[in-house]
């Protein structure tokens, strides 16, 4: 695996145009873990989405680890998937935490991505093992890093102003 600035690209014109499947997911589990803590989540938008891809890859240390962590797990497949769906799993977690932020909001995304994971199945016969982590792993990412959720629209009421 070689990346250089052309391959991040590619990386992350790929990212951009699986919205027709990463957005979906990312609301469906907005909407699941919406009703399990009973709160409204709004949804996320395509237009969201695609700025949120953009924001990621402007980064140019995030963008590299993220076009990896893809790149690997579009390609990672396992015979009969098990023992190596620790890989997998372990890859997505990460990214999916890459792409929420820094903590709490990576913690989160780490959390998320293993809902998302157990609601999302790719092709045993068409997919590599990695395919669904990685939709998994974007659409937890995503959806953390967005808004929409309640208690991010506000400061912390734990904020504590500066003595000096």
Same mark, same amino acid.
């Given at each position: 695996?070689?990346?250089?600035?052309? !391959?991040?690209?590619?990386?992350?014109? %790929?990212?951009?145009?699986?919205?027709?499947?990463?957005?979906?997911?990312?609301?469906?589990?907005?909407?699941?873990?919406?009703?399990?803590?009973?709160?409204?989540?709004?949804?996320? !938008?395509?237009?969201? &989405?695609?700025?949120?891809?953009?924001?990621?890859?402007?980064?140019?240390?995030? =963008?590299?680890?993220?076009?990896?962590?893809?790149?690997?797990?579009?390609?990672?497949?396992?015979?009969?998937?098990?023992?190596?769906?620790?890989?997998?799993?372990?890859?997505? #977690?990460?990214?999916?935490?890459?792409?929420?932020?820094?903590?709490?909001? #990576?913690?989160?995304? @780490?959390?998320?991505?293993? &809902? =998302?994971?157990?609601? !999302?199945?790719?092709?045993?016969?068409?997919?590599?093992?990695?395919?669904?982590?990685?939709? =998994? =792993?974007?659409?937890?990412?995503?959806? !953390?890093?967005?808004?929409? %959720?309640? %208690?991010?629209?506000? @400061?912390?009421?734990?904020?504590?102003? #500066?003595?000096?």
């Amino acid at each position: 695996m070689q990346l250089t600035p052309h !391959t991040v690209g590619e990386e992350r014109d %790929w990212v951009r145009d699986r919205a027709d499947v990463v957005v979906p997911l990312i609301n469906a589990v907005r909407t699941d873990l919406g009703e399990l803590f009973g709160t409204d989540v709004n949804e996320v !938008t395509l237009d969201q &989405y695609e700025t949120a891809v953009e924001e990621v890859f402007a980064d140019g240390d995030l =963008a590299v680890n993220v076009a990896a962590l893809v790149q690997i797990l579009r390609e990672v497949d396992v015979t009969d998937d098990y023992p190596g769906f620790v890989v997998d799993e372990l890859l997505g #977690r990460e990214l999916a935490g890459m792409l929420a932020g820094n903590q709490p909001l #990576r913690l989160l995304g @780490e959390a998320t991505f293993h &809902y =998302a994971d157990v609601i !999302t199945h790719g092709d045993p016969d068409e997919d590599a093992a990695g395919a669904d982590d990685l939709d =998994a =792993a974007l659409a937890a990412g995503f959806q !953390t890093r967005l808004p929409g %959720w309640q %208690w991010k629209a506000g @400061e912390s009421p734990f904020s504590i102003e #500066r003595t000096d």
